[in-house]
């Protein structure tokens, strides 16, 4: 089974910030987009529902410092990317 990632305006307009500051992680961070349509319940990305005001999203590792929250709707098989960032950038 394969999952759809659904991308806002606001999410592209945040990814492409950040992928401008980080060049570096480009190739890791379309790894993990890859793998989240695979299977975002694959180990390396560290799955983890979020808790307090963030209780609505999930977030996924791109490597020990980088995440990228999102919202995991299970019905319907879709994955809608919010934020990326460091793990104090995503999580404010």
């Not at 990305?45 to 999102?70: C, F």
Request: proline fraction near 5%.
């Amino acid at each position: 089974m394969t999952y759809r990632i659904i991308y806002t305006p606001g999410y592209n307009k945040r990814a492409a910030r950040f992928l401008k500051k980080h060049p570096e992680l480009f190739a890791q961070y379309e790894k993990t987009l890859r793998l989240m349509e695979l299977d975002p319940y694959h180990p390396s990305l560290r799955l983890n529902k979020l808790k307090g005001a963030l209780s609505d999203l999930h977030s996924v590792s791109i490597n020990i410092s980088y995440r990228i929250t999102l919202e995991f709707i299970i019905q319907d098989e879709t994955l809608i990317p919010v934020d990326v960032g460091s793990h104090q950038d995503v999580y404010r």
